[in-house]
């Protein structure tokens, strides 16, 4: 190509719009590239959480169909988690610490 097929290609009116189009929609539009990224990466962490979310959702109903349906296993959660006692008991707590050095 010499310099007057460049000059002619640079003066189409069509292919100047569509190069301010694209620099346009990559850099300047509202949804540009790295709102994209940032929305996908975004999402990603969004699932991520969704899928945490109901697995955890899905142990604890498991847990409270357990408490609700033996009695002995809800007076151990009871008595473990939240330290309560029947009234002739003794409650000794023993922490698992570090020895420091």
Known sequence: ?????????????YIIATIAFVVWMLFFDRNDITSQYKYQSQLKNLKNEKEFY???????KKDLQELTSNLTRL??????????????????????????E
Do not use: C, G
């Open 1 to 13: 190509m010499d310099m007057k097929q460049l000059i002619n290609i640079a003066r189409n009116k």
């Open 54 to 60: 109901i697995k955890e959702t899905a142990i604890v």
């Open 75 to 100: 007076q151990k959660f009871a008595r473990e988690k939240y330290l309560m006692k029947k009234d002739n008991e003794d409650i000794f707590l023993i922490e698992n610490s570090k020895p420091t």
